[in-house]
C-alpha cells in the first residue's frame, strides 16, 4: 500500500495548484490523510489533514487561508488545493494515511502509509 501524489510542478508566486493523493489497497473511507512537506535543508513539517470522515480537518499555521484539503472517498483520493503561492511554499509534498477517525499533524509517526512526493517549485 502507497498512496501516490500528483499535481505538483513549477508556477509564479501567486499561482495556484492542486495536488491529489490516490490511495488503493486499503479501506480508504477508514484512513484519516495526512499532507506533509519538506524544503531543502528544513526538516518535514505538517501541513493539512482531514480525518476518516471528513468532518475534521486541520491546517498548519502556514496554510491557513490559502490551503484547502478535502477527500473523494469514491475515487480514494484526498486533494490539496494551494492557492496564492509563495515562494516559501517550494517544497516536496507527501500525503501520508493514518488508521483514525480524526487526523493530527505533531505525530507524523503515527501515519503508516507515506507516499513517495510531489515536487512543487514556486518561482518569485
Known amino acids: 500500500v502507497q498512496p501516490v501524489e500528483s499535481g505538483g510542478g513549477l508556477v509564479q508566486a501567486g499561482g495556484s495548484l492542486r495536488l491529489s493523493c490516490a490511495a488503493s489497497g486499503l479501506a480508504f473511507e477508514d484512513y484519516a490523510i495526512g499532507w506533509f512537506r519538506q524544503a531543502p535543508g528544513k526538516e518535514r513539517e505538517g501541513v493539512s489533514c482531514i480525518g476518516s470522515g471528513a468532518g475534521n480537518t486541520v491546517y498548519a499555521d502556514a496554510a491557513k487561508g490559502r490551503f484547502t484539503i478535502s477527500r473523494d472517498n469514491a475515487k480514494t483520493t484526498v486533494y490539496l488545493q494551494i492557492n496564492n503561492l509563495k515562494p516559501e511554499d517550494t517544497a516536496v509534498y507527501y500525503c501520508?494515511?493514518?488508521?483514525?477517525?480524526?487526523?493530527?499533524?505533531?505525530?507524523?509517526?503515527?501515519?503508516?502509509?507515506w507516499g513517495r512526493g510531489t515536487q512543487v517549485t514556486v518561482s518569485s
Open positions: 501520508a494515511a493514518d488508521l483514525a477517525i480524526t487526523c493530527g499533524l505533531a505525530l507524523s509517526h503515527r501515519y503508516d502509509y
